[in-house]
Nanobody, 118 residues
Framework: QVQLVESGGGLVQPGWSLRLSCAGS????????MDWYRQAPGNQRELVAT???????NYADSVKGRFIISRDNRKKTVYLQMNSLKPEDTAVYYC????????????WGQGTQVTVSS
């Protein structure tokens, strides 16, 4: 059974950094586009960062220049380096693995809480 497990969340002050990890099991993430989403209370889940199987990256405007997504296929892990954190970055962060061929493979982690507050 495919599992994605996020870790690295926590409570930090504005301006600090965190690195989130998403570790996969029973999945070869090298074939997947990997995404980080976030959802704040009362808000819809939003796409934060994407890294394709080829290594191309894309970011939401709100995090561009502050967040960096990367992947280590051998470790089956995707990372989200979050710098210069702001209170508006507070949310539950979710990892997603997506592959669309003749079928759609779409897997989610359980989420990790990030709270940015002084």
């Amino acid at each position: 059974q495919v599992q994605l497990v996020e870790s690295g969340g926590g409570l930090v002050q504005p301006g600090w950094s965190l690195r989130l990890s998403c570790a996969g099991s029973a999945i070869n993430i090298s074939f997947f586009t990997m995404d980080w989403y976030r959802q704040a209370p009362g808000n819809q889940r939003e796409l934060v960062a994407t890294i394709t199987d080829a290594g191309s990256t894309n970011y939401a405007d709100s995090v561009k220049g502050r967040f960096i997504i990367s992947r280590d296929n051998r470790k089956k892990t995707v990372y989200l380096q979050m710098n210069s954190l702001k209170p508006e970055d507070t949310a539950v962060y979710y990892c997603n693995a997506l592959r669309v061929t003749v079928r759609r493979f779409d897997f989610w982690g359980q989420g990790t809480q990030v709270t940015v507050s002084s």
